[in-house]
């Protein structure tokens, strides 16, 4: 009797051996491409007034079995135009984004003038977005110098298009 046992026992932890290499196997086996993309970046948005901006983006995706992630820095000029009002202010910025399957979060650093005044912002951003070519964002902007421009706002809506003009994948 106690023969038989050893040899279950046996056989038992044996199979159990090649189970976990089957399992192992499985791990190995999941799917992910990186992609590297050159955007040209196009954006228009609200801040008391409407603006546009025009940009390079670059950045690296990684889609897989597990969803989607994507994260990329970008370079832009910014136009706000002249209203009755408000004169025209210009802007050139630099700033960083992250995308996980639909939440989009980003970061900005931004000098405007309007070639009388000047002032440089932050504005940190929280959004939805489509995989890293198209994003609707909402941003609250910190201002250094008190905010001299009357038609810019401390909130700032904005939808962006990064469109691919170079496409690789690694």
């Known amino acids: 009797m106690i023969r038989y046992i050893v040899i279950i026992a046996l056989f038992l932890s044996i199979n159990n051996c090649f189970s976990q290499d089957s399992?192992?196997?499985?791990?190995?086996?999941?799917?992910?491409?990186?992609?590297?993309?050159?955007?040209?970046?196009?954006g228009i948005g609200v801040n008391h007034t409407f603006y546009s901006e025009i940009g390079y983006a670059k950045h690296l995706s990684n889609i897989g079995d597990t969803g989607y992630f994507s994260r990329g820095y970008y370079v832009a000029v910014e136009w706000l135009p002249k209203s009755p009002n408000f004169t025209d202010v210009y802007a050139i910025k630099v700033g960083y984004e992250?995308?996980?399957?639909?939440?989009?979060?980003?970061?900005?650093?931004k000098y405007q003038t309007d070639f009388d005044k000047t002032d440089f912002v932050v504005t940190?951003?929280?959004?939805?977005?489509?995989?890293?070519?198209?994003?609707?964002?909402?941003?609250?902007?910190?201002?250094?110098?008190?905010?001299?421009?009357?038609?810019?706002?401390?909130?700032?809506?904005?939808?962006?298009?990064?469109?691919?003009?170079?496409?690789?994948?690694?």
């Open 23 to 42: 399992t192992y196997v499985f791990h190995n086996r999941k799917h992910f491409d990186n992609i590297k993309t050159n955007d040209i970046r196009l």
């Open 124 to 170: 940190p951003k929280i959004g939805f977005g489509l995989f890293t070519y198209v994003s609707l964002s909402y941003g609250y902007t910190i201002s250094t110098n008190k905010s001299p421009f009357e038609n810019v706002s401390k909130n700032q809506f904005s939808l962006i298009f990064n469109i691919p003009a170079r496409k690789r994948t690694r």
């Open 98 to 109: 992250v995308s996980a399957f639909l939440l989009h979060l980003g970061i900005e650093t």
